[in-house]
């Protein structure tokens, strides 16, 4: 079966022992170094993606206060387009009120005219017909003066019965 040899396992303890000094003494540094290295490499790229995390979140951070900043300046200058239409409006409609108060007292003062324009040829009128009548009634030719008493009397009582 199995049996130990001294002889065998003397040698394989010292080929062992040789193997582990070459070993560390050319494999060990190298290999050391290689994942140091690599560890390194890791350890600087998880700072960097921690470092990149924290830019983003930082970016994310500014364009939200930007994008606020952005809405609130949006508002206002919404709230004074609106403010400034509604002045424009107020204006539009004070000014057309004040061109139809000047239009209906234009058109009062046109009537005011025109009424004055109508009394004074019904007045001119009336003294036609007064004095034709008067003449027919008296058949004779009357002065002017006593034209004027007359009318002058008629429209004393067209006044009156108009008042």
Do not use: C, H
Request: hydrophobic content about 40%; overall charge positive.
């Amino acid at each position: 079966m199995l049996e130990i040899e001294p002889g065998l396992t003397i040698w394989t303890i010292v080929i062992f022992i040789i193997l582990l000094f070459l070993l560390k003494k050319y494999a060990y540094k190298p290999i050391n170094n290689l994942i140091k290295k690599q560890e390194n490499t890791i350890r600087g790229a998880i700072e960097r993606a921690t470092q990149l995390r924290m830019e983003a979140e930082e970016n994310k951070k500014q364009s939200e206060k930007l994008l606020d900043q952005a809405r609130i300046e949006s508002r206002k200058i919404i709230d004074d387009a609106l403010e400034k239409a509604e002045k424009i409006k107020e204006g539009i409609i004070d000014e057309a009120r004040k061109s139809a108060t000047q239009l209906l007292e234009k058109a009062k003062q046109e009537i005011d005219r025109e009424k004055a324009k109508a009394k004074k040829d019904l007045e001119r009128i009336l003294v036609d017909i007064a004095a034709d009548f008067t003449e027919k009634i008296l058949k004779r030719k009357v002065t002017i003066d006593d034209q004027r008493k007359l009318i002058e009397e008629s429209l004393k009582n067209i006044g009156d019965r108009l008042s």
